[in-house]
């Protein structure tokens, strides 16, 4: 059986041959370029005519496709919400993906970014093995993949997982209001504004953020500060590293995971601070749930949805079997 798994981003679009076993046959990558709407639509179509043209060049046939897209995937009218791409509000992604494979009799079907790569992981990466888990997705903003027995928790409206929105401080900010809590203060977006706002506040600041400009600086500035030992950055980063202790807190307190996974874009450089985020969450987690947890960094790194995606094809959607099945 081969398949076709797709990672749909806000900057581009990776798509992927599998065999029914996880090797990646191909892999094809097409950035986005600021299309909208129907032009995504139009590019995601263009990548499957690309990979199934090397399915008949390697005389095999294309039996399902995973999508994998950054936002929500409306399971029952088969409608996506991507926030990041201009006119995906309420876009018929599985609509046009049904029409193209209904000649062949294949399948189609799209889950959020943050399940596909739970998923991924699952399949072929850290996860392995795991029945309740959480995939941690720490990049522009916050999401979470929740395996529990087995199963993705999807939740009554496809929302689950919306961890940005995790209520981590007491007392609540105006700032919250676009991103939600834990997104503000540990986001790759957040991180940069809170970095922001300390070198706002700080007087006579000559560290080596001070030569940025203030829309152009990046979570990537912050930690190449904290490498060099910049007092703002290390405040920035030790609140990122409260947020995420907490945030896997209150993960292991209500689902009692063998396995939360840290991913996205994030970690990357933030990895190193796993120690620290497990002695924070330890404060707060139900104590033999946190004992008996792992907190590690994704194996799969960024193509952890890909391979979600392409699992999501081969399962057509359905609960998660084990890879011993």
Same mark, same amino acid.
């Given at each position: %059986?081969?398949?076709i798994?797709? $990672?749909?981003?806000?900057? /581009?679009l990776?798509g ?5 076993t996880?090797?990646?046959l191909e ?6 370029d600021? !299309?909208?709407g129907?032009?995504v ?9 690309d ?11 294309i039996?399902a ?5 950054p936002?929500?995937?409306?399971? *029952?009218s088969?409608?996506?919400w991507a926030?990041?791409?201009?006119? =995906? ?8 993906l049904a029409?193209l494979?209904? +000649?062949?009799?294949g399948t189609v079907?799209i889950?959020?970014?943050r399940? #596909?790569s739970m998923?991924?992981?699952r399949? /072929?990466g850290?996860?392995?093995?795991c029945?309740? &888990?959480?995939?941690?997705a720490v990049?522009?903003?916050?999401g979470?993949?929740i395996?529990v027995d087995?199963r ?5 409206q496809d929302?689950?997982? @919306?961890?940005?929105w %995790? ?8 700032e919250?209001v676009?991103?939600? #809590?834990?997104e503000y203060?540990?986001?790759g977006?957040?991180? @940069? /504004?809170?970095?922001? &706002?300390?070198?706002a &506040?700080? !007087?006579?600041?000559?560290g +080596? ?5 203030p $829309?152009a600086?990046?979570?990537?500035h912050?930690f190449e &500060?904290y490498?060099?030992? $910049?007092s ?6 030790g609140?990122?590293?409260? *947020? =995420? ?13 063998e396995l939360?996974i840290?991913?996205?874009?994030v970690f990357?450089p933030a990895g190193r601070?796993?120690?620290?985020i497990?002695r924070?969450a330890?404060k =707060?987690?139900? +104590?033999?749930?946190?004992q008996?947890?792992r907190l590690e ?9 890909l391979?979600?995606a392409?699992?999501?094809?081969l399962?057509?959607?359905r609960?998660?079997?084990?890879p011993?099945?």
């Amino acid at each position: %059986m081969t398949i076709i798994g797709l $990672d749909l981003g806000g900057t /581009k679009l990776a798509g992927g041959l599998f065999d029914e076993t996880g090797n990646l046959l191909e892999r094809r990558i097409a950035p986005l370029d600021k !299309r909208s709407g129907p032009e995504v639509g139009a590019l995601v179509v263009n990548l499957i005519g690309d990979l199934r043209t090397e399915a008949g060049r390697r005389n095999i046939g294309i039996q399902a496709i995973g999508v994998s897209i950054p936002g929500i995937a409306h399971a *029952a009218s088969g409608r996506v919400w991507a926030p990041n791409i201009p006119g =995906w509000e309420d876009y018929p992604l599985r609509e046009e993906l049904a029409a193209l494979m209904r +000649p062949s009799g294949g399948t189609v079907a799209i889950e959020s970014d943050r399940a #596909c790569s739970m998923m991924g992981e699952r399949w /072929k990466g850290a996860a392995q093995g795991c029945q309740n &888990a959480v995939f941690l997705a720490v990049g522009t903003g916050i999401g979470a993949g929740i395996l529990v027995d087995g199963r993705i928790v999807r939740g009554s409206q496809d929302i689950a997982g @919306a961890t940005g929105w %995790m209520a981590l401080d007491r007392q609540f900010r105006e700032e919250y209001v676009s991103c939600g #809590c834990f997104e503000y203060h540990a986001s790759g977006n957040g991180i @940069a /504004k809170v970095a922001r &706002a300390h070198i706002a &506040a700080a !007087r006579g600041y000559r560290g +080596p953020m001070a030569s940025i400009l203030p $829309d152009a600086l990046t979570a990537r500035h912050v930690f190449e &500060a904290y490498d060099q030992g $910049d007092s703002l950055a290390v405040e920035t980063l030790g609140g990122a590293i409260r *947020a =995420w202790g907490a945030a896997t807190a209150n993960f292991v307190s209500l689902f009692n995971p063998e396995l939360i996974i840290f991913g996205g874009g994030v970690f990357g450089p933030a990895g190193r601070f796993l120690e620290d985020i497990r002695r924070e969450a330890t404060k =707060w987690a139900q +104590p033999i749930s946190m004992q008996s947890v792992r907190l590690e960094v994704s194996s799969l790194g960024s193509d952890a949805a890909l391979y979600g995606a392409g699992f999501l094809a081969l399962s057509n959607g359905r609960s998660i079997p084990s890879p011993e099945a």
